[in-house]
């Protein structure tokens, strides 16, 4: 069943992980996709032709660093140039500099920050605006942490970009809701992705054993939940949750 | 799709809520054990002619949820029919508002007898199949007003909080036995219970809404399913508030 068929969706963090299951999930339930990466990468570009080809859909790749602004709009501008009125945004595209409180820098708090919290923001702007002049209904959907949550030790930038973001998103609801544009985020625990590879060993072994399910969650069932926030229409605001504990 | 082969049992769907859930679980292909507090010709009609249109089976099931020896009765017919179970979905439940100090003690224990009680001992009851089968996901219908706290639901809002915590614990406890436990908290809904509500509020309440409006039952249907199904694998202990934006 093609849950989405005749959607456009733009998807940040396309490359691997999450946004990759998020882009697979989206283009098997029949929605066109703008795929957002961070660089251009032939394999990458080889797979969506691919990907694209098996399910029917168009798959446009869009290149831009979410650490640089003026990328950020290009963007945009880049997807609203090609006229298709946008249903759905999803930002997945994320940065982690692990550190213990009194050892992150400025530096690595800024660049967090700016990738994490400012330039989805920015981003949503230009594409939230593309939604209200198409005139439709929209969703945007913003990949937050359980690290923002519960808090993490060696996460002090992160959690709290992440954090931030929640409470970005319960504004834009409360000021695009009325205007029939849904806001959601998601706290994802425990993932396997790129970003839990990197953890210590010891580190992830406790956090996986400190949850329920006593495993590591699939990129896959992130992209569950995001498909399932598209199929739903009353969730708002405070409807993020968590996909672990 | 998403429920094809799957087994649920879901209580209180002669209307409202529970109905929608019925009416989506069948539509996404699961047999459903229907459940109702006393037997209607009407309702065991509907149901027969929903499991024709869906091409499921829906079997009633009647018993009250304050009537312990019913209850088991249905489990122990459910042992019999040798079936698995996959989700179990406590949607039941009653209603009284009430200002704290005119609430009495008998509407209070009502309300603690079928919105707690009885759906804790269903779920002692159903989650050993889980366990065995090693895999299962319980949704319990709680409320915004389990979270939030309103005036005149003293005693409905503490009753759904402690379905709430009950559910933290059960996940906790089933995880890795496979079984997942989650709750859902509708807002404002369209139902019978909303018709208890003074016009005067419900009008306010409305605008307060990010959305503006209040929620349908298949709403909360379409979080069910997604919380029945294989889509939400990773996801236990949760309350997810299908609220429109309530502040």
Known sequence: ?245 | MLLKGKTAIITGTRRGIGRAVVETFAANGADIYAHARSDSPEFTEEMRSAADKYGVEIWPVFFDMTDGASMKAFVKGLMSDKREIDVLVNNAGVTHNALFNMTTEVTLREQFEVNFFSVFLLIQYISKFMVKQKSGSIINIASTAGEDGNPGKSAYGASKAAVIAMTKSIAAELGELGVRANCIAPGVTETDMLATLPSVVLEETKNSLDLRRVGLPSEIADTALFLASDLSSYITGQTIRVDGGLK
């Open chain 1, 1 to 245: 069943m093609l849950l989405l068929k005749g959607k456009t969706a733009v998807v940040t963090g396309c490359l691997r992980g999450i946004g990759r299951a998020a882009l697979e999930t989206f283009a098997k339930n029949g929605a066109d996709v703008f795929a957002c990466c961070q660089r251009e990468d032939e394999r990458f570009a080889e797979y969506v032709l691919e990907l694209s080809g098996n399910c029917g859909v168009s798959i446009t790749p869009v290149y831009f660093d979410l650490l640089d602004e003026d990328a950020v709009k290009e963007g945009a501008k880049f997807i609203q140039k090609s006229k298709k009125s946008i249903d759905i945004l999803v930002n997945v595209a994320g940065a982690n500099f692990d550190a213990l409180f009194h050892m992150v820098t400025m530096e690595q708090m800024k660049r967090t920050f700016a990738v994490n919290l400012f330039s989805q923001i920015l981003f949503a702007q230009y594409i939230t605006r593309l939604m209200l002049k198409g005139g439709g209904s929209g969703s945007v959907i913003n990949i937050s942490s359980i690290s923002a949550l519960d808090g993490n030790p060696g996460q002090l930038s992160y959690a709290s970009s992440k954090a931030a973001l929640i409470a970005a998103t319960k504004t834009m609801s409360s000021e695009l809701a009325p205007k029939d544009i849904r806001v959601n985020a998601l706290a994802p625990g425990v993932i396997k992705t790129a970003m839990t590879d990197t953890l210590p060993e010891d580190i992830r072994s406790r956090m996986i054993s400190k949850s329920e399910l006593k495993r590591i969650g699939l990129p896959g069932e992130v992209a569950g939940a995001i498909l399932y926030l598209e199929l739903t229409a009353a969730l708002d605001r405070r409807g993020g949750f968590r996909t672990c504990c």
